[in-house]
């Protein structure tokens, strides 16, 4: 659209309809290139040819292995979820209503935020096409916001279950198995680390005289590896879990502090630590949270940290999030988040209580008619 020799340009960004008066030195192909990777309206298309998308996919996916750690489940996810619908497709033939069907599609078969992680894959995979010439634009990052509404998170991190009693705690610690289970539960539910960091866990990094467990890596499909963020952190021992890690350590006879169970394993499964905590959950008596082993460990730690009084940005140093946003997910669990708060508005909304009113007894209530009620009676006679 013109206007005295100058442009205005509209484009969708995040769900949006949004535009722009340009300069008139200014070219709008080039504006819509640098802010959403194209400009599809204005004939910026890509030609009816090349190659289709599981053509491209299949480079992408072999270079992506050897840079990224999630590789193994970005190709998982190609192959169940995209190739299937769009593996056929040239990139300039993916369009909104393409995405729309992708989205109710999966929503049939799968949860919520695996269509999420199946969208932000094609995100990458398009802005990459992008950059080398085979996709005029990202069509993901121009969903609209009916589509973004669909894939909204369904679960709220603040219902998430945890062992909300102390004595919860040392039920399920009792009733685990004796040996490296009991002992990965332990150290989950009281010091924060996640399954994998737990696993992966060695003696010479606990310093059981400083008091502090150094997180350094972690297990994750049977292989050892960085962490989630890459950066390791220092966890203090709290004063329940010092024993039980003294205890295990005079009988340590391995560099692990979880030994896997078979005399050839390298590291204990995490599948071994599910079966044995729903085990636990079938036979306690009275029953226990519905919790996972995660929800039932680093939850319950960070709920319980934060009921205790700790601080939001020292629960953060020790689950290794990158910022307190991500903790602040506990905070509602602070016994006086709303102390003072519940008295601010003042106003009495009861019903109020009426006076009993004596009313002059009518005539006839000594069982004698009134004069209007033998009126009528001697109306209805006649």
Known sequence: MWEEGRARVFWREGGRKRSKR???????????????????????????????????????????????????NDANRWKNHLEPRLGRLRPAEVDQGELRRLVENRLEHVSTTTVRLVLRLLSTFFSDLVDDGHAPVNPVKLLSRKLRRMVRPAHDPRTTPFLESLGDIRRVFLALPAGPIRLAFAIGALAGLRPGEVLALRWEHVDLDAGRIHVRERVKEGKLGPLKDDESRMVPIQAALAPALREAKLAAAGPLVIPPLRRHGRFLKPQTLWKALRAVRAAASPPLPAVTWYQATRHTYASQFVLGGGSLEALREHLGHSTVLVTERYAHLRPDLFKGERDRLKVDLSTPAGAVVKLRPSPGTDGTETAPAKRAHSQKGQ
Request: glycine share 12%.
């Open 22 to 72: 340009l300069r008139a030195d200014e070219d709008p192909q080039r504006f819509l290139a640098r802010r959403v990777g194209g400009a599809p309206e204005l004939g910026a298309a890509a030609p009816a040819g090349g190659p289709t998308l599981g053509e491209l996919a299949v480079d992408w996916l072999a270079r992506r292995r050897r840079t990224h750690r999630d590789a193994r």
